[in-house]
Nanobody, 122 residues
Framework: QVQLVESGGGSVQAGGSLRLSCAAS????????LAWFRQAPGKEREEVAS???????KYADSVKGRFTISRANPKSAVSLQMNNLKPEDAAMYYC????????????????WGQGTQVTVSS
C-alpha cells in the first residue's frame, strides 16, 4: 500500500513560481509511473505531467515549457516545478502513482494523495 502526501502549494502572483513535492511511503515507488493532476472548481480533473521509471516525461499542452516534473530524492517521490504561473493554473494539485513503470495514455492510477492547493492571483 502506497501513501502519498503532497506539499508546497500556496498563493502566488501571476508570473511567480512554486515547487510541489510528493512524499511516498509504504512502498518503494522508484519503478512506478508517477504523475501530477489538478482540478479546479467546476472543472474536470486534468493530468498535468507524468514521469515513468524510464524517465520519459509527458506534459499537458497548457503547461509545456513552464512546468517540470522530476523524480526526487528518496524522501520525495516526485516534484513539480511550476514557473510563470497563470491564474488558470489555480487548482488543487494531486500526486498519483501506479505500478506500471511506463506511463500510458489515459491510464488509471491506483494511489492518490490528498492534494495541495495552488492559488494564482492576477
Amino acid at each position: 500500500q502506497v501513501q502519498l502526501v503532497e506539499s508546497g502549494g500556496g498563493s502566488v502572483q501571476a508570473g511567480g513560481s512554486l515547487r510541489l513535492s510528493c512524499a511516498a511511503s509504504g512502498a518503494t515507488v522508484g519503478n512506478y509511473c508517477l504523475a501530477w493532476f489538478r482540478q479546479a472548481p467546476g472543472k474536470e480533473r486534468e493530468e498535468v505531467a507524468s514521469i515513468g521509471s524510464d524517465a520519459v516525461v509527458k506534459y499537458a499542452d497548457s503547461v509545456k515549457g513552464r512546468f517540470t516534473i522530476s523524480r526526487a530524492n528518496p524522501k520525495s517521490a516526485v516534484s513539480l516545478q511550476m514557473n510563470n504561473l497563470k491564474p488558470e493554473d489555480a487548482a488543487m494539485y494531486y500526486c498519483a502513482a501506479d505500478a506500471p513503470p511506463v506511463c500510458g495514455s489515459g491510464m488509471s492510477y491506483e494511489y492518490w494523495g490528498q492534494g495541495t492547493q495552488v492559488t494564482v492571483s492576477s
